[in-house]
């Protein structure tokens, strides 16, 4: 090496360290990130005044933050981190897309050969015949591209009456303004001043706190789904596009139907030619045991909201899974005018490509179904047994969740919220990531979790609802 490329190199050293930020102390983290970002759900003032936790790195299913605590994460990031952090595979799957083709859309009538290997692959994937793959950044932009799927799909039908989709009340469906009001969340519909129009909703199946006395769930399960009927046939089956659920209600509180719910709800839109959706934003990719959650619940849609879990959260992505049927009228009503700029872009699609082959090749899905699951739910149960402050524990493989409620009155509380975020305080406490969804705590840990990393979760969460018990005069 010359003099010259010597000190080009040196140069070129020094530019490149001089690139990275330096590492700063978490008060001047803090100072900062109160003073130019705004986080999502989140009351700013009294985070502001508090400050936030800053997470620096992650490995497997824990995070470090910038004070050096090691922190178990029994939320997967945000349901989503479904192999875990750190995974080598995804990470070198996302180098060699940099360098080989860092964007091109999927407009111009382009495409890319990540897109085309991932939409083959999920092709197989996904049970039933799903032929056809729309991409997008989100599972609320996915919920976008539903909507208008569903109202191009009866455009090309020669039926435009059929304007409306049937929610349900407390259904998450995403944050944009078509998501949210997909979605049946009361707090966010208070904080919009406009609304998509069509939508309609039904009850949840929510068994605890709002089935009839002495009612089965099995009953509960029939007279919820039966609303869903009622509701068609108030609005006219003929102006009745689509109905909209996810398997399980996630960011509602972990809703798990009773077995009789899903079936009688296909039912019903068969009976009626009305499509149903399934929202797998959450549940999709193994979190059930199933690749994806309608599997476990026993009932086939005709589209699928996909996100979370396709990438494993490493990079954004989401997608509209469409059965062979709807696909075919789709082709039939000429341009379909929807599209965002990354649609299907190439990194997101490599990183989805080597996240799927983790799951498929590594057999973790089908460990969560045979191992990790039932060992997840049965330690979690067996803790909150009789618990003062619990009133029902609710879910199904690697997801579940925690009814804050007065257990011997079998009722929810009035201040269940607050006793919801004194246990999540109480948890960040304990290094656990757990998160209050109105008045119940929800946890959904990385696939690959380990029973002992199980044991860790399912012990430090018995301890921050045991002192949330003892905030709310229940201990």
């Given at each position: 090496m010359n003099r010259m490329t010597a000190d080009f190199a040196q140069l070129n050293s020094g530019m490149e360290k001089a690139r990275v930020p330096a590492a700063r102390t978490t008060a001047e983290y803090r100072v900062l990130d109160a003073a130019h970002h705004i986080h999502p759900f989140t009351d700013m003032d009294s985070l502001n005044f508090k400050g936030s936790r800053v997470i620096t790195e992650a490995q497997g299913v824990y995070l470090k933050d910038s004070d050096g605590n090691r922190i178990i994460d029994g939320m997967a990031g945000l349901w989503c981190v479904n192999v875990g952090y750190g995974r080598k595979e995804l990470i070198d799957a996302a180098t060699r897309q940099l360098h080989a083709l860092p964007f091109y859309n999927t407009f111009f009538q382009s495409t890319h050969p990540p897109v085309i290997e991932l939409s083959a692959l999920l092709a197989e994937l996904v049970p039933g015949d799903f032929s056809h793959f729309f991409y997008c950044n989100s599972g609320s932009e996915g919920n976008d591209t539903v909507l208008r799927i569903v109202h191009q799909y009866w455009i090309a039908r020669g039926k435009p009456s059929r304007k409306y989709v049937i929610s349900r009340e407390n259904a998450y469906h995403g944050s944009t303004i078509a998501g949210a009001t997909l979605g049946g969340m009361v707090g966010m519909h208070n904080q919009m001043l406009s609304r998509v129009e069509f939508i309609e909703?039904?009850?949840?199946?929510?068994?605890?706190?709002?089935?009839?006395?002495?009612?089965?769930?099995?009953?509960?399960?029939?007279?919820?789904?039966?609303?869903?009927?009622?509701?068609?046939?108030?609005l006219g089956a003929e102006n009745v596009g689509a109905f909209i659920g996810e398997p399980f209600q996630g960011a509602g509180g972990v809703i798990v139907p009773p077995?009789?719910?899903?079936?009688?709800?296909?039912?019903?839109?068969?009976?009626?030619?009305?499509?149903?959706?399934?929202?797998?934003?959450?549940?999709?990719?193994?979190?059930?045991?199933?690749?994806?959650?309608?599997?476990?619940?026993?009932?086939?849609?005709?589209?699928?909201?996909?996100?979370?879990?396709?990438?494993?959260?490493?990079?954004?992505?989401?997608?509209?899974?469409?059965?062979?049927?709807?696909?075919?009228?789709?082709?039939?009503?000429?341009?379909?005018?929807?599209?965002?700029?990354?649609?299907?872009?190439?990194?997101?699609?490599?990183?989805?490509?080597?996240?799927?082959?983790?799951?498929?090749?590594?057999?973790?899905?089908?460990?969560?179904?045979?191992?990790?699951?039932?060992?997840?739910?049965?330690?979690?149960?067996e803790a909150l047994a009789g618990h003062p402050l619990v009133g029902e524990v609710a879910g199904v493989g690697l997801v579940a969740?925690?009814?804050?409620?007065?257990?011997?009155?079998?009722?929810?509380?009035?201040?269940?919220?607050?006793?919801?975020?004194?246990?999540?305080?109480?948890?960040?406490?304990?290094?656990?990531?757990?998160?209050?969804?109105?008045?119940?705590?929800?946890?959904?840990?990385?696939?690959?979790?380990?029973?002992?990393?199980?044991?860790?979760?399912?012990?430090?969460?018995?301890?921050a609802v045991d002192a949330a018990a003892r905030q709310s005069g229940f201990a």
């Open positions: 909703y039904i009850g949840q199946p929510c068994y605890f706190g709002e089935a009839g006395a002495g009612m089965t769930p099995e009953e509960f399960g029939l007279l919820r789904a039966r609303e869903l009927e009622a509701k068609i046939l108030e077995s009789t719910y899903w079936p009688e709800i296909e039912r019903i839109c068969r009976k009626y030619d009305v499509l149903l959706v399934a929202d797998e934003v959450i549940g999709g990719f193994g979190r059930t045991g199933e690749w994806f959650a309608h599997q476990h619940f026993g009932f086939e849609p005709d589209l699928i909201t996909m996100a979370k879990g396709l990438t494993s959260g490493y990079v954004p992505m989401g997608a509209v899974g469409v059965h062979a049927r709807i696909a075919t009228e789709l082709a039939k009503g000429g341009v379909f005018t929807h599209g965002v700029t990354y649609s299907g872009h190439p990194v997101a699609a490599a990183v989805a490509v080597a996240n799927l082959h983790v799951l498929r090749d590594e057999r973790i899905i089908e460990r969560v179904k045979a191992d990790t699951g039932p060992y997840f739910q049965r330690k979690l149960r969740g925690i009814q804050i409620a007065d257990a011997a009155r079998g009722k929810a509380l009035d201040n269940g919220y607050e006793a919801a975020i004194a246990c999540r305080d109480a948890s960040y406490d304990l290094n656990l990531i757990m998160r209050p969804t109105g008045d119940r705590m929800t946890l959904s840990p990385p696939l690959i979790v380990s029973h002992g990393e199980i044991d860790e979760i399912v012990t430090k969460a018995k301890a």
